[in-house]
């Protein structure tokens, strides 16, 4: 029996661009054009011996250096990074910024009109010596601020009296609306009842 020389299993090679010491015009149109948004590939200048070195320049070299540091407040600051903006953080911050109309008997300075780049969020830990009623119990604790002050019952109250208070100034009264107030007044009051 003969045998064949059949390749078994499958063979894979990586599809990379060509790179500058690698391509040369091997005579014939054949040569594929070099992809210049693949990062893999870099401009000849900038390679050497197909390797890519930083450059001599300081003005570029501090770019690079640039693009590679963190994002961070400084080191007056410990290396403060910026958080990420999730929803639950932005509904606390819109929280803060409006907490002048929660509560009628406290008063706030006027806040920022935009957040800083730069803040933590953290849990206040109460020390066992404080008395029990200046602690938050269990079942007081939420896991955001806005829940913490969605099941704080003075704070519903006030909402539910505050919005029937401004739906009741809103509402027209009594037979205002039936009024003759001017010239044609009368037909559009007869439309409105019909």
Same mark, same amino acid.
């Given at each position: 029996m003969a045998e064949s020389n059949a390749v078994i299993g499958l063979s894979w090679e990586p599809k990379l661009p060509a790179f500058s010491s690698a391509s040369k015009n091997r005579g014939g149109s054949g040569s594929k054009p070099r992809p210049e948004?693949?990062?893999?590939?870099?401009?000849?200048?900038?390679? +050497?011996?197909?390797?890519f070195v930083p450059p001599n320049d300081p003005v570029k070299r501090n770019k690079l250096a640039k693009k590679q540091?963190?994002?961070?407040a400084g080191?007056?600051?410990f290396d403060m990074p910026a958080p990420t903006m999730t929803p639950e953080l932005q509904k606390d911050?819109?929280?803060l910024k409006l907490r002048n109309v929660m509560d009628p008997k406290?008063?706030?300075?006027?806040?920022?009109a935009q957040p800083n780049k730069y803040f933590q969020v953290g849990t206040v830990?109460?020390?066992?010596l404080d008395f029990f009623s200046g602690r938050l119990t269990k079942k007081e604790r939420? +896991?955001?601020?806005?829940?913490? +002050?969605?099941?704080?019952r003075n704070l519903g109250n006030y909402r539910k009296r505050k919005v029937l208070e401004i739906e009741e100034k809103n509402r027209p009264g009594g037979?205002?609306?039936?009024?003759?107030k001017g010239k044609g007044t009368y037909q559009r009051a007869k439309q409105r009842r019909h």
């Open positions: 948004g693949n990062p893999l590939w870099k401009p000849s200048t900038q390679l +050497v011996d197909g390797l540091i963190k994002d961070t080191t007056s600051w911050l819109q929280l406290r008063h706030y300075k006027k806040g920022d830990i109460e020390s066992p939420k +896991v955001s601020l806005a829940e913490e +002050v969605l099941s704080d037979n205002e609306k039936w009024k003759i």
